[in-house]
């Protein structure tokens, strides 16, 4: 097996839309914002694997309250850069949700599907609330009616990398979100 620097990487080009700095600052203001809209409230964060985790991470630690923490997979872009309509959805939701306030913390809200098919199955479960955090929304991507109340940045249709989000499981490490440059 070859190690990273043995092997020729293919480095897709892109350029730098969202630098850490702005990252950092506005994932404090949402966590300030939801600390105060849950005060007295342990909210459950449900993060979206696997592109969410990065924003997840840096999220929950601005949030001030006791909450509890749960995971659900799903998937829309597995072969490049066009989502899929359909959602390929895992995982077995061990916290109880009936009766909680429930955050679905996303790296990206791209058409909105993969989303739509999470608030579907978590509203089976009968919550007393249910928002939709996410890092990155594009809007004009949408193919449904969303609400969402915690947004970090709305950008256009560019697909973007980086912070945790990925192409086919690459740049996912990187510390900024970048626009990819179709060639």
Do not use: C, W
């Not at 609330?129 to 004009?140: C, F, G, R, Y």
């Not at 256009?156 to 626009?179: C, E, S, W």
């Amino acid at each position: 097996m070859k190690s990273l620097s043995e092997e020729k990487v293919q480095f897709m080009p892109f350029e730098v839309l969202l630098d850490q700095d702005q990252i950092a600052r506005r994932i404090a203001e949402m966590g300030k914002q939801i600390t105060e809209d849950y005060a007295a409230q342990t909210p459950v964060l449900v993060g979206v694997l696997k592109g969410g985790v990065v924003f997840l991470a840096d999220l929950m630690r601005e949030i001030k309250l006791p909450m509890e923490l749960e995971f659900v997979s799903a998937a829309s872009y597995r072969h490049g850069t066009t989502p899929s309509d359909n959602v390929v959805l895992g995982g077995e939701l061990s916290i109880p949700l009936k009766g909680r306030h429930v955050l679905i913390v996303e790296g990206v809200v791209d058409s909105g599907n993969t989303v739509s098919a999470i608030l579907r199955q978590i509203r089976k479960l009968q919550p007393v609330s249910i928002e939709v955090v996410t890092l990155i929304d594009k809007p004009a991507s949408h193919r449904m009616r969303l609400d969402i109340k915690y947004k970090g940045f709305s950008i256009g249709n560019d697909f973007v990398i980086g912070f945790g989000l990925d192409n086919t499981q690459r740049y996912r490490n990187l510390p900024f979100i970048g626009r990819v440059i179709e060639q």
